[in-house]
Nanobody, 128 residues
Framework: EVQLVESGGGLVQAGGSLRLSCTAS????????IGWFRQAPGKEREGVSC????????SSVQSMEGRFTIFSDISKNTVYLQMDRLKPDDTAVYSC?????????????????????WGKGTLVTVSS
């Protein structure tokens, strides 16, 4: 059974940090690209960051570069999203997703429609 399980969400004050985890099982983790997406209340889902496990390529939304860092621990089949200097506008449900396509192009383009598997998400709330 394919599973992506997110954890690490919660309530944090503006300026604080959180580290989200996405642990995968049931598929060949190293052949996939893993991305983080978020959906704020009343807004459309948007891409945050992506990591291709096989070659280490990454992509991120420019507005989040320097605040958000994506990295992995292959031994744990886990991708992390380190979020620093959080802002109230970062409040959203954060979900991870896996792209098994060649080169992880959908993920690296932060194209949610091209992702193969999804986790259920974890809520991040940033208070002002």
């Amino acid at each position: 059974e394919v599973q992506l399980v997110e954890s690490g969400g919660g309530l944090v004050q503006a300026g604080g940090s959180l580290r989200l985890s996405c642990t995968a099982s049931g598929f060949a983790f190293t052949n996939y690209a893993i991305g983080w997406f978020r959906q704020a209340p009343g807004k459309e889902r948007e891409g945050v960051s992506c990591l291709s496990i096989s070659d280490g390529a990454t992509s991120s939304v420019q507005s989040m570069e320097g605040r958000f860092t994506i990295f992995s621990d292959i031994s744990k089949n886990t991708v992390y999203l380190q979020m620093d200097r959080l802002k109230p506008d970062d409040t959203a449900v954060y979900s991870c997703a896996a792209d098994g396509g060649r080169g992880g192009t959908a993920c690296l383009a932060l194209n949610s429609a091209g992702m193969d598997y999804w986790g259920k998400g974890t809520l991040v709330t940033v208070s002002s």
